[in-house]
């Protein structure tokens, strides 16, 4: 096991969800409605991901221990649980993003005044 496992606590073998991030997408998933899963694959730079989206596109995205984990989260939680890559991001998600870059832009022209 090299240093740089160590300090991610790893010991050679898969990465496994840490709890807090666990806690935190069961928290936001349980304090709105209308949500659903949206796994995001490994890549070289990161594990496992999943988006948690509600139904006003507010999101949240968080590791977690591969597909199943996230299968598991979503069955644990009673959302649906979607592989980004067949389905895509949720359009309602690019709107709240589109909302929320017009009301910082709109705040920041306001303090500059």
């Not at 069961?26 to 694959?41: C, L, N």
């Amino acid at each position: 096991m090299g240093l740089m496992d160590r300090l991610r606590g790893r010991a050679g073998g898969p990465w496994r969800a840490v709890t807090a991030d666990v806690d935190h997408l069961t928290r936001w998933a349980r304090a709105r409605t209308g949500v659903e899963a949206f796994v995001e694959p490994r890549t070289t730079v990161t594990e496992t991901t999943v988006v948690l989206v509600d139904k006003d596109g507010e999101w949240t995205r968080r590791r977690v221990d591969g597909p199943r984990g996230a299968r598991q989260l979503g069955r644990a939680l009673r959302i649906p649980v979607y592989d980004v890559q067949l389905v895509g991001y949720p359009q309602r998600m690019r709107e709240h993003d589109d909302r929320q870059r017009v009301l910082r832009d709109r705040a920041r022209r306001r303090d500059a005044q």
